[in-house]
């Protein structure tokens, strides 16, 4: 089944504590992308990238690193939580970046909580 | 820099009567326009799309979105509601130029149908 996998769906976590949450997709897609969903303030990209070994900012990177050495896989790192990102997540890939002959392809979500 | 504005936060309507979702951009580039919805607890599904072919959009579930560019609007419509439309919708630009791969959201509609 083609899909794009998120983990953990649930996390907490205290202030400092270095996490990472994982993204992988079976879609053999170039582009994969991170957001985080707040209400009121709908989905804003946190990073993207285009394709294996390129990765760009997004409108609200700070806090937040990823890498993308396999075109499968598009962590997302959190070297020192905060409170401040306490929020939903979603990973999301596509066949590119333009999006015209490929949807997105959302994960489930990963609720992170920070204390 | 691109921006979306999603006029209404919250829509109700009842069931069998119009749905009019209202969206706004602005962009450097002729961006490309999507439609997603969000059901509870679900991820994020595609409606339809705009890339520059035609203005007028028909999508999944008998929704339809024009793209007028003099009025940098890209409002979602339907002719009449079900109760399975119950959702938060989300108005999509993606950055054309050199900065494909750039996605920016609206805040969001919250939909409710009443019978």
């Known amino acids: 089944e083609a899909q794009v996998t998120q983990n953990p769906r649930y996390l907490i976590t205290v202030t400092g504590k270095k996490l990472t949450v994982t993204c992988s997709q079976n879609?053999?897609?170039?582009?994969m992308s991170w957001y985080r969903q707040d209400p009121g303030l709908g989905l804003r990209q946190i990073y993207y990238s285009m394709n294996v070994e390129v990765t760009d900012k997004g409108d609200v990177p700070e806090g937040y690193k990823v890498s993308r050495k396999e075109k499968r896989n598009f962590p997302l790192i959190l070297e020192s939580p905060s409170p401040n990102q306490t929020s939903l997540y979603f990973c999301?890939?596509?066949?590119?970046?333009?999006?015209?002959?490929?949807?997105?392809?959302f994960g489930n979500g990963t609720r992170l909580t920070v204390t | 820099a691109q921006s979306v504005t999603q006029l209404d936060s919250h829509v109700s309507v009842s069931e069998g009567t119009p749905v009019l979702l209202r969206c706004n951009y602005s962009?450097?580039?002729?961006?490309?326009l999507f439609w997603y919805v969000q059901h509870p607890n679900k991820g994020l599904q595609l409606l339809l799309k705009y890339t520059s072919a035609a203005t007028l959009v028909k999508g999944i579930n008998g929704f339809e979105a024009e793209f007028k560019k003099s009025e940098t609007s890209f409002h979602l419509t339907k002719p009449s509601a079900h109760m399975s439309d119950a959702a938060e919708y989300f108005c999509?630009?993606?950055?054309?130029?050199?900065?494909?791969?750039?996605?920016?959201f609206g805040q969001g509609t919250i939909l409710t149908v009443h019978p």
């Open positions: 999301a890939s596509s066949l590119d970046g333009r999006l015209y002959n490929s949807p997105l392809h």
């Open positions: 999509v630009a993606v950055a054309g130029g050199t900065s494909y791969g750039k996605l920016t």
């Open positions: 879609m053999n897609h170039e582009y």
């Open positions: 962009s450097s580039y002729s961006p490309s």
